[in-house]
C-alpha cells in the first residue's frame, strides 16, 4: 500500500477516483469546496445538477464495476429503468427510430440522486475520508514529484493527487505556478443552451420512460426527458445561442412544439409543473492532451470534466470519467513507477472515441468551427441515411445506440452489414 492521496473535488469523477485509489493507498482524502452534508442539495459547484442526467450503458457497466452494487441501489431510491431502444423515443434528423425491445438497459435518475448514492456508497469504505466546505489553493512539489495541495486551511501531504474539480478546473493554472508548461488543448465551440423544467409525472399516462430528440442542421432544436424518482419529468430543452430555449414559463411549452415529434410538446402542455425553468449556458468542449506534454510532475492526475469535458448533449462526460478512474486502477496494477505518464498516454487514448463522437456531431453544423477529421467527415455524410433507415429497421437503431453509449467504434455503423441494410431500406423507400 502507498501512503495518502487526495482527490480534488468531491463529485462524480472524483468520487469515482476516490473509490478506485483506495484498493491501493492506505488514505484516500477527498477535498471539495462546497458543503456536502444535503444529499438531496443542488450545490454551486456543481451547477449542471438541475438539468438532465442520462447514464450511458457502458457507463453504468463501470460504474457497477468499480462500485458494486451502485445500480440496484440506486433503483431502490427510486431510479427508473427501462430499455433503451423500446422505452425511449429516440428522434434522430427528424426520424423517429423504430422502437423494439433490445439488450441496452437505461437508468434514469437526478443528478443529485446520482451523485449522492455514488458518495454513500463510497464514503462507506472506511480509508476514503471526505473534507468538505475546504478549497484547494493549489498544488505543493518537491521539484520532481507532488508532494501534496494547498487549501485554504494549511497543507496536505500526499504520494498522488486527482484533480478532479471539473469544467472550471484549476489544475492547468496550479501546475503553471510550479513552472510546468500549459498541456495544448483541442476545443469545439457548439455554443449550446439548456433550459429544464420538472413536471409531475403519471406513469400510467405514457408507454415511454424517455424522449431524446437530437438537434441537427435542419432542426438546430433538440431535448432530453426523463423519467426521474417521485414521479418527476425532468425536461431539457436544446437550442443554440442565437435562438436559445426559454427560462419563462409558457414560452418554455411554446418552444416544445418545434421538436420533430408531438410527443413532448403534449406532456409539458398537460403535465403540471413543479419549477420553473432554469437555464445554462454550456461552455466549449475542451480536451487537455496532458499526454503531448514533455514534462509534468510525478504523482499528477486529472479525470473527469478537468480532463476532458464534453457537449452534454451526448450524455458522455460521466461514462468517461468511469473509464478514466478504471484505467487510473489498471496503470496501478503496474506500480506507482511513471504513473503519471502511463496513465496520461492510456487516457488519451481512451478518450479519443467519445470525443470523435460527440465533436463529429457538433462539427455537422457548418458555422461550428474546428477540425474535421476525414472519419467524421464520412460519418456526417452518411449518418442522415442510417437515420431515415432505422426509422424502419431496428438492427440499424440498435447498433447507432450501441455506438452512441460507448459499447462499440463509430466505424462499425459502416460495416458492410450494415451498409447493406441501409440500402435495402433506401431501395424500399424509393
Ligand atoms: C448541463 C449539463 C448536463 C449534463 N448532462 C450529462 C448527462 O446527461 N450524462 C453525463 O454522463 N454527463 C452529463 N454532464 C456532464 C457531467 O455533469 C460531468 O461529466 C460529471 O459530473 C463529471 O464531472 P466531474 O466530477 O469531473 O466534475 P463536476 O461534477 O463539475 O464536479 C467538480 C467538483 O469539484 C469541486 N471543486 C472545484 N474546484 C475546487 C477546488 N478548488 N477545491 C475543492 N473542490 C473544488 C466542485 O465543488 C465540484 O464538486 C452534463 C454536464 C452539464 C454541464
Excluded at 494549511?154 to 513552472?179: C, I, K, Q
Excluded at 426521474?228 to 418552444?255: H, I
Amino acid at each position: 500500500m502507498e501512503n495518502r492521496a487526495v482527490v480534488i473535488g468531491g463529485s462524480i469523477a472524483g468520487l469515482l477516483a476516490a473509490r478506485v485509489l483506495s484498493r491501493w493507498y492506505s488514505e484516500v482524502l477527498v477535498i471539495d469546496r462546497d458543503e456536502l452534508s444535503d444529499p438531496a442539495a443542488h450545490r454551486k459547484g456543481t451547477p449542471q445538477s438541475r438539468h438532465a442526467h442520462g447514464f450511458l450503458a457502458r457507463g453504468l457497466q463501470v460504474f457497477d464495476e468499480l462500485v458494486p452494487g451502485y445500480r440496484a441501489e440506486l433503483i431502490a431510491r427510486g431510479a427508473v429503468s427501462g430499455d433503451l431502444l423500446n422505452d425511449v423515443l429516440w428522434y434522430n434528423d427528424g426520424r423517429l427510430m423504430r422502437r423494439a425491445p433490445s439488450p441496452l438497459g437505461g437508468l434514469n435518475a437526478s443528478r443529485p440522486l446520482i451523485e449522492s448514492v455514488l458518495r454513500e456508497l463510497v464514503t462507506a469504505v472506511p480509508t476514503i475520508k471526505v473534507l468538505d466546505g475546504v478549497a484547494v489553493t493549489g498544488l505543493t512539489t518537491d521539484g520532481h514529484r507532488l508532494t501534496g495541495v494547498r487549501t485554504e486551511d494549511g497543507e496536505y501531504a500526499a504520494d498522488v493527487v486527482v484533480d478532479a474539480t471539473g469544467r472550471s478546473n484549476r489544475g492547468p493554472a496550479w501546475l503553471a505556478d510550479l513552472g510546468y508548461a500549459a498541456a495544448p488543448e483541442d476545443a469545439v465551440k457548439a455554443g449550446i443552451v439548456y433550459s429544464t423544467r420538472q413536471y409531475r409525472r403519471d406513469p400510467e399516462a405514457q408507454d415511454f420512460t424517455g424522449i431524446i430528440s437530437g438537434h441537427y442542421p435542419a432542426n438546430p432544436v433538440g431535448c432530453g426527458a426523463a423519467a426521474n424518482e417521485d414521479n418527476r419529468w425532468l425536461v431539457t430543452l436544446v437550442g443554440f445561442t442565437d435562438d436559445p430555449p426559454p427560462a419563462e414559463p409558457g414560452a418554455f411549452e411554446d418552444y416544445a412544439a418545434r421538436l420533430d415529434g408531438p410527443e413532448l410538446h403534449r406532456l409539458v402542455r398537460k403535465a403540471e409543473p413543479l419549477t420553473d425553468p432554469v437555464l445554462f449556458r454550456i461552455g466549449p468542449s475542451v480536451r487537455r492532451r496532458y499526454e503531448k506534454c514533455d514534462r509534468l510532475p510525478e504523482g499528477f492526475i486529472a479525470t473527469g470534466d478537468s480532463l476532458c469535458c464534453f457537449n452534454p448533449a451526448y450524455g458522455q462526460g460521466m461514462t468517461v470519467a468511469a473509464l478514466t478512474a478504471q484505467w487510473l486502477g489498471k496503470c496501478l496494477e503496474n506500480g506507482t513507477d511513471g504513473l503519471t505518464n502511463r496513465y496520461f498516454r492510456g487516457a488519451g487514448k481512451l478518450l479519443g472515441p467519445a470525443w470523435e463522437l460527440s465533436t463529429s456531431a457538433d462539427l455537422r453544423f457548418p458555422e461550428v468551427e474546428g477540425p474535421r477529421t476525414p472519419l467524421q467527415r464520412i460519418l456526417n455524410a452518411y449518418i442522415g441515411h442510417l437515420h431515415r433507415a432505422a426509422a424502419a429497421d431496428p438492427v440499424l437503431g440498435l447498433q447507432f445506440l450501441r455506438v452512441a453509449n460507448l459499447l462499440a467504434g463509430p466505424e462499425s455503423l459502416l460495416a458492410p452489414k450494415m451498409l447493406w441494410r441501409v440500402a435495402r431500406q433506401f431501395r424500399r423507400s424509393a
